[in-house]
């Protein structure tokens, strides 16, 4: 099973400021890494797939990099509804499909 | 417009059953793989099951192999979930999801609001 490990688990930040968001892989995944955005209460959005590329109406703010083992979803100047937690997804080893354990970025 | 809706959850002993139902719309489910995903209160995402457009290739996470079963009825644009011997750490958020693709996994590219299992005595 392929672990993903997010890092940081909390990140404090202001609107305005670049946010990066980091996911580890425990062994290569290629591209096949996504990112999900989750505010509370409701279900998680799909914000880019395949490491690099924004899902349907995500604002060109959010973008993803990397490859192999290490991936950053960076989210150039903040909005205030941006401040929510955030998971990564691997689809490169399956069953299972996995997620990392999220990190919540909150408003400093 | 794609439209998810789950139903069917709610608090069950422990040992007994329940299914979950996820009615779509706005879109061509026999076109597309479906997920359940769940959310135990306060925690991360966990990947449940993944059935195939067609309903001919499911798999499972190992925590729920052999005690879940996902299937599909195309006619009824419905994924449902089959829930047995239930444990109390099955307690969760349940969402379905629909897949970008058909029969092997990608992305969740539209997600249900989610109902939720509690499993008490």
């Known amino acids: 099973e392929i672990v993903l490990t997010q890092s940081p688990a909390t990140l404090s930040l202001s609107p305005g400021e670049r946010a990066t968001l980091s996911c580890r892989a425990s062994?290569?995944?290629?591209?096949?890494l996504g990112w999900y955005q989750q505010k509370p209460g409701q279900a998680p959005r799909l914000l880019i797939y395949d490491a690099s590329n924004r899902a349907a109406g995500v604002p060109a703010r959010f973008s993803g990099s990397g490859s192999g083992t290490d991936f950053t979803l960076t989210i150039s100047s903040l909005e205030p509804e941006d401040f929510a937690v955030y998971y990564c997804q691997q689809r490169s080893n399956w069953p299972p499909i996995t997620f990392g354990q999220g990190t919540r970025l909150e408003l400093k | 417009q794609v439209h998810l809706v789950e139903s069917g959850g709610g608090v069950v002993q422990p040992g007994r059953s329940l299914r979950l139902s996820c009615e779509a719309s706005?879109?061509?489910?026999?076109?597309?793989?479906m997920h359940w995903v769940r959310q135990a209160p306060g925690k991360g995402l966990e990947w449940v099951a993944l059935i195939s457009y067609d309903g001919t290739n499911k798999n499972y996470a190992d925590s729920v192999k052999g005690r879940f079963t996902i299937s599909r009825d195309n006619s009824k644009n419905t994924l449902y979930l089959q829930l047995n011997s239930l444990r109390a750490d099955d307690t969760a958020m349940y969402y379905c999801?629909?897949?970008?693709?058909?029969?092997?996994?990608?992305?969740?590219?539209?997600w249900g609001q989610g109902t939720l299992v509690t499993v008490s005595s």
């Open positions: 706005g879109f061509t489910l026999s076109s597309y793989g």
């Open positions: 062994q290569s995944v290629g591209t096949y």
């Open positions: 999801a629909k897949d970008m693709g058909m029969v092997a996994a990608s992305w969740g590219d539209y």
